[in-house]
């Protein structure tokens, strides 16, 4: 028994920080029609930060927590105005292009810059605390994480349902050049959803490295492809699909994980998935159809 | 009268072909002024760089002897300049009402009056508040692009074949909605293929063909003219 609950728990705690990655792929591409390769080095990134920021002398935690966040949301809106709004009228293939280099140069400034060895997280207190439920002991973060996941979730839909910019960004991402014709400023919008996207996360970063408890330069790639996957699997485009994709693949993981003979394969799994539901449902669970009403 | 919006010497190119090559025109305030023309003439191509969203090569547009030339999109509809788009493009995954709220999106002043006007102008937009934009008929959803321009509080509503693809009594609405907009005081520039109920309605008009304006009169004249006849109303010499 208390196997499956420790199996579930770790399933639901991953795939809350596949979501919240997922969502930054998922809106991005929304508006943009643009897969941000870079978003998974983005959450490497957070790591580093918020190493580096901790280690300075006299900084609270709290205060590199908030710090974190802040580069990090910083970091992707430079990414958009440097990498992806010169190339606004180009093929979309140009910024896809765009968006690969971004990636690797964000891989190889932290292998410069960090030497490339792997580097310890710093424990952040009360979250890193072990607690037990249901007779089993783990991390304070495991319970968190999921908490923490719906209820920014809850929040950002509300957001994009309620608010003017909101209103805004879902006409944006069905037609650019009547958005602007409203007077809506499009740049605007767009940077809005990399900053949303960016802070979702910072904060997957800050729980996932809690968990894993060390950062490598390539540390982003495999949960940003994860989480991309997810994205697909809900249907791109689709916040609520993005969410349960990722909830599905972290548990179905966990629990190919908890069978030795196939533990190693994973994130085969993941991967298998994807090909499997581009063959059969390519616009995935809540994909948008392709067809438009004339 | 005096002109609200004058365009001297537009000239638009889209990958080394010009489009618009060097047109002027007059519109004169409170009137409705309207540009015909075959396919591919230019036509839409001059309302969206009066709307900012196509940028001109060389032109002059003054609003109120001002100039608006390569000013942002959101300056010109904050102006008072606003274009309904051809083929509506109303935000189909948005409701009728979230569209209204775009329309007036670049305001900060109560917008529950306009509201009211829009949908006294408009009654079935108010029955189907909640309903998605996507899921309307062709009418409804030129009604409501039409509603959602009028959102912006325009001095000047420009129209780009609000008649397209719609059923002929629909399309007797719609030119009713423009006569009644163009008496409440606001300016009318209406680009159509039905040239004959554009020419009914029009104070003033102009012929394009191929990027070049090659007639101007009132409605009536242009009606009477052999070559629009001949070219546009569909009646042989």
Redesign the interface.
Known sequence: MSNYVQLLLSGIAVGSLYALIAIGYTMVYGILRLINFAHGDMFMMAGFFLIYIAAIPNMPIWGALLLTIALTVLLGFLIERCAYKPLRSAPRMSVMISAIGVSYLLQNFATYFTGGLAQAYPAIPLISNKIEIFGVSTKLITVITPILTIILVVALVLFIKYT?IG??M??V???F?????????INRVISMTFIIGSFLAAIGSIMYFSYYEQVSPTIGAMPGLKAFVAAVFGGIGSIPGAVIGAYLIGICENIIKSFPAIADLSNAFTFVLLIIILILKPNGLFGEKLS??? | MSNILEIKDLVVSYGGIEAVKGISMEIPEGEIVTLIGSNGAGKSTTLKSI???VKAKNASILLDGKEIAGK???YI??AGI??V?E?R?V????TVL?NL???A??RKDSIKDDLDYVYGLFPRLKEREWQLA?TLSGGEQQMLAVA?ALM?KPRIIMMDEPSLGLAPLVVRDIFEIIKTINQQGITVLLIEQNANMALKIAHKAYVMETGLITLEGTGKELLANESVKEAYLGKSK
Request: glycine share 10%.
């Open positions: 003017k209103m805004a879902r006409a991402s069905k037609d050049e009547t958005s602007q014709l409203m007077g809506i400023k438009e009403k004339v | 709307a900012g969203v942002s999109p959101d509809v904050s606003t274009l788009p083929g493009r935000f189909p995954n948005l979230e709220k775009m329309g999106y670049l996507g959602r912006s």
